[in-house]
Structure formats: C-alpha cells, structure tokens
C-alpha cells in the first residue's frame, strides 16, 4: 500500500514568486491536511480538505491556498512569496486511526 | 485556542536511561496522539489514545493519557540511539475537526 507521496522534496524560490506543492494521500483515503513547520513555531496547521472541500482552514494569510481534485490529491499554493515561508509543508491523509505523514517538501526561499 | 506544551524541550541522555515527555494543555481533547519524526521526514504515529487514564504500551514505550484527558506522558525505558527524534504530541477533538500539534520535544540518545 502506497503512503503518502509529496512532491518536490526540496525548492527554493526567490522572493516574490509563487509556488505550487503537490501531495497524494494513501489510496482510499479522501481527507487531506496540510501542515507548514518551522523551527521556531513547530507544525502549524494550513488546511484541511475532504471530498474536494475544504473543511478547515488555519490562521494563515490569503496568499496560502489550496485544493483537492477529485482523485484526492491535493495541491498548495503559496503566492508572493515571503523569506519567512521557508518551512517544511507536509501533508497528511487520515483515516479513523490518525494521521500518516508525507517525507514533506522542504522550501527556502531567498 | 487550544495549545499543547510539551516538556522538556530538549533531552539528551545515554543508552540505558529511562525517561519521561509531558505534553499538557488546558483543554479537552477528544484523543491524544504521539508521533516521532525523524530529520527529512514526517511525523509517524506512534499511537493514541481515546480514553481517559487510558495506558497502552508499545515495546519499552509507555504512553497515558491523563483523567481529565487535558495531558499525557510518554515514557521510554532504556532508551536506545535508534529511539533519537522529535517526540510530538496530537490533540483532536471536540471543539476542533483539526489535530493540534504539541511544541515537541527533541530526544537524543547516545550510545
């Protein structure tokens, strides 16, 4: 069984562009979550889609975005991009026994 | 808003050491779940727990989830090098659909 497949594994991107994250959650598996972390303020939920909607969303600013298609993989948007958008985006599919993990897409941005 | 502090920080001991990891909030959660992520990689599930004074064991690994369901301790026996990670803690429910992620705790055991 496939896990959690997050693609790029590493970017980095200049301030001011804007930058798309992909992740496929487990087959089966119609919920996904997006996580940004950081050092300094560990992982910090971004959003949560299910069936194409999103359900929830964290206290990030408009320029994060997301969607779900109807396979349900998931895409991430971050638009004019910050030098303090450098983080870990991982991505998480759940089931009723938790959360499993993408490796994560590591982005600086210089 | 729901927080989760978890303590220590940091912890670094030797090979054969037992200890402790406390993860403590002031609400109520619904279930509690422990990860461990190692560098370049997400978090894995270690385990949870849905059940007030709940204990389940996984290997030298001890985990309790508090009466109150506000807090929980992980406890490792004897710890071993390959035991070195970032320990987090995971709150969900009822007042939020969104897990909630303690500030974690980065254990290192040396041989």
């Known amino acids: 069984k496939a896990g959690v497949t997050q693609t790029p594994r590493y970017l980095i991107k200049t301030r001011g562009q804007q930058v798309t994250l992909s992740c496929s959650p487990i087959s089966g598996h119609r919920s996904v979550s997006w996580y940004q972390q950081t050092p300094g303020q560990g992982l910090q939920f971004l959003f949560e889609y299910f069936s194409e909607t999103q359900r929830n969303k964290g206290n990030f600013p408009g320029r994060f975005s997301g969607r779900q298609f109807s396979n349900s993989r998931s895409e991430m948007n971050v638009s004019t991009l910050e030098l303090g958008d450098s983080a870990l985006y991982l991505c998480?599919?759940?089931?009723?026994?938790?959360?499993?993990f993408g490796s994560g897409t590591r982005l600086t941005v210089v | 808003t729901q927080l989760l502090e978890q303590s220590p920080q940091f912890l670094s001991i030797q090979e054969g050491e037992n200890l402790t990891v406390y993860c403590n909030s002031s609400?109520?959660?619904?279930?509690l779940q422990w990860y461990r992520q190692e560098p370049g990689e997400g978090p894995v599930l270690l385990v949870t727990v849905v059940t007030g004074g709940e204990v389940k064991k996984l290997k030298r690994l001890t985990f309790q989830f508090g009466d109150a369901r506000k807090d929980s301790s992980l406890h490792i026996t004897a710890a071993q090098p390959g035991d070195t990670g970032l320990y987090l803690c995971?709150?969900?429910?009822?007042?939020?659909?969104?897990?909630?992620f303690g500030t974690g705790t980065r254990l290192q055991v040396f041989p």
């Open positions: 995971a709150g969900g429910g009822p007042s939020t659909d969104k897990l909630i």
């Open positions: 609400s109520v959660f619904s279930s």
């Open positions: 998480a599919s759940s089931s009723n026994y938790g959360y499993t």
